[in-house]
């Protein structure tokens, strides 16, 4: 069982990076009157990893307000699995709520999406 769940941590995960390397690429359309409604630039790649993961993203203020809790829980020592455990969803929406958040709005925390009882082989994130 821990080990599915860090499969389903990874999904997110490359949603994540898909979508940053694509922020890379050319930026010259006019986005300022998508600008206005946009969440800032963290809540932003939040819900767009979100939508990726196939996550209904209709009610951002509440997906925010989730994830801003999630990162709240993970800087007070909760560990992942815990929060994970403690969204009351199905498995694969709290591991894509929880690695949004942490991509999104909390990349301090990165350090803390796998637990620190990783089995030996498991890749983990590199340091910054």
């Known amino acids: 069982?821990?080990?599915?769940?860090?499969?389903?941590?990874?999904?997110?995960?490359?949603?994540?990076?898909?979508?940053?390397?694509?922020?890379?690429?050319?930026?010259?359309?006019?986005?300022?009157?998508?600008?206005?409604?946009t969440p800032s630039s963290g809540?932003?790649?939040?819900?767009?990893?979100?939508?990726?993961?196939?996550?209904?993203?209709?009610?951002?203020?509440a997906l925010i307000a989730e994830g801003k809790q999630i990162c709240a829980d993970l800087k007070a020592g909760t560990p992942i699995t815990e929060v994970i455990d403690g969204q009351g969803q199905d498995a694969v929406r709290s591991a894509a709520m929880?690695?949004?958040?942490?991509?999104?709005?909390?990349?301090?925390?990165?350090?803390k999406l796998l637990p620190s009882n990783v089995p030996s082989g498991m890749p983990t994130l590199p340091s910054q």
Not at 43 to 58: P, W
Not at 98 to 111: E, M, Y
């Open 43 to 61: 809540e932003g790649t939040f819900l767009q990893i979100l939508q990726a993961s196939g996550v209904d993203i209709s009610d951002r203020d």
């Open 98 to 111: 929880s690695s949004a958040a942490v991509v999104g709005l909390c990349p301090d925390q990165q350090d």
């Open 1 to 37: 069982m821990i080990a599915a769940r860090h499969r389903l941590l990874m999904l997110p995960l490359a949603a994540a990076a898909a979508l940053l390397l694509g922020a890379c690429g050319d930026d010259s359309s006019d986005d300022s009157a998508a600008a206005s409604t």
